[in-house]
């Protein structure tokens, strides 16, 4: 089964040039993924390889340019290999006879600011001798992994590469969180409210609909999908009420009416607020809303490219609901991908659902967000909130044991 690229598990691998990190990506992967040589700058763009790492599971590498690139085109493929900081779980820092010097104690500080867990591999040491990094450098941090090897004659490698960061995955990577199947008991009757509009892919539905229906199956749940004109019929057919209702963001208004205030209601967008972010803060985020201005900005941020629709949620539906609810005249800028835009000038930041990223690059994003003292919410909730219904639509999560 293919495992969704925004559910691995990402790992950087960072170094300066010519200390290993492209012959250790390519040992541990067993392919030529990375170019090898002893020319410096031979990595010169992120390098992206995924695999099923046994038993970490699914995972994707990302092979970056060297921190000490001196080359034309460096300081450029330095900035790109640090904006890979936001997109990873762990870290594997390669060094060299070198040891650990300035460039990879200044990488060390940012880690830590960003509190991402890392493995310092010490290569080469087939050729010399390495005294104890923790008697030597003042960077290395007691509980952070340390590995002696050599990537050209260690035959035990991988073995130990993978049993040094298993020591290192992140708790919400080793004991996966649940999509929503940990909100209702075994057995409960779930319903999933699915529009079939514009946005809808011809033939499928979208992923975070996919993943959640997938979840609640795990979790043995009845789960009925209907669309938002069938919603009615399907409640007066159950005996008895479902214990929750879980609709798509843009039907919230139409399904809030129809669903009875007894019955638990959600969307999407916000069970995938809770799964890839920090619920806790994209609701506090959304209460900024109210204090928008005339000529205030607000960034709209996307985590994927996508072909934008006459009337795309995050162009024109969001930007819409914002007017109405504030009646101020706000500018409203779009931004889609992975980099991520300087927040001084804006007063509010709106994150999609995040169904194509992962989690370690979205609570990176809260932070540097909380840093820049930006308020920051998401799709879901500010729709809900907009539609003066995000007390209902987050109450459930407040009633969790």
Request: charged residues 25%; negative net charge; contains cysteine.
């Amino acid at each position: 089964m293919k495992i969704l690229k925004s559910m691995r598990l990402h790992i950087g691998v960072f170094g300066r040039t010519n200390v290993g990190k492209s012959s250790l990506l390519n040992r541990i992967t067993n392919q030529e993924i990375s170019i090898v040589s002893d020319i410096a700058g031979t990595t010169t763009d992120v390098v992206e390889k995924s695999m099923e790492l046994l038993p970490v599971g699914p995972v994707t590498f990302l092979d970056t340019a060297g921190l000490d690139d001196n080359t034309e085109l460096g300081e450029m493929r330095i900035e790109k290999t640090l904006k890979v900081l936001n997109r990873i779980d762990v870290a594997v820092i390669v060094c060299d006879q070198r040891g650990i010097e300035t460039y990879e104690e200044e990488l060390i500080e940012k880690l830590d600011e960003l509190k991402i867990p890392y493995l310092i591999v010490m290569n080469k040491c087939d050729d010399v001798v390495y005294p104890p990094l923790e008697g030597g450098s003042k960077s290395v941090i007691s509980g952070r992994g340390i590995l002696y090897t050599s990537v050209k004659t260690d035959e035990q490698l991988v073995f130990k590469f993978k049993e040094a960061l298993v020591k290192l995955l992140p708790d919400d990577f080793v004991n996966s969180p649940k999509i929503a199947g940990d909100l209702v008991e075994p057995k409960s009757t779930v319903i999933l409210v699915i529009p079939i509009d514009k946005e809808a892919p011809k033939g499928r539905i979208i992923l975070p609909q996919v993943q959640t229906l997938r979840d609640l199956l795990d979790n043995d749940c009845l789960t009925y999908v209907v669309k938002e004109n069938e919603l009615k019929q399907a409640l007066d057919n159950l005996k008895t009420p479902p214990a929750l209702v879980i609709t798509d963001s843009q039907a919230f208004k139409k399904v809030s009416e129809i669903v009875p205030e007894n019955i638990p209601l959600t969307s999407f967008s916000i069970l995938f607020a809770r799964l890839k972010g920090d619920l806790t803060a994209f609701i506090k985020g959304a209460q900024a809303i109210e204090n928008l201005n005339d000529g205030d900005m607000v960034l709209i941020l996307e985590s994927c490219t996508h072909h934008a629709i006459e009337d795309d949620i995050g162009r024109v539906k969001i930007p819409n609901l914002l007017r109405k609810k504030t009646g101020k005249n706000l500018v409203i800028h779009n931004y889609a991908g992975h980099d991520f835009p300087d927040l001084k000038d804006y007063k509010l930041v709106i994150h999609c659902g995040a169904c194509m990223t992962n989690r370690r690059e979205v609570l990176s994003r809260i932070l540097i967000a909380n840093k820049m003292e930006v308020p920051i919410t998401n799709y879901g909730i500010t729709i809900s909130y907009c539609l003066d219904i995000l007390p209902r639509a987050v109450k459930i999560f407040n009633e969790e044991k």
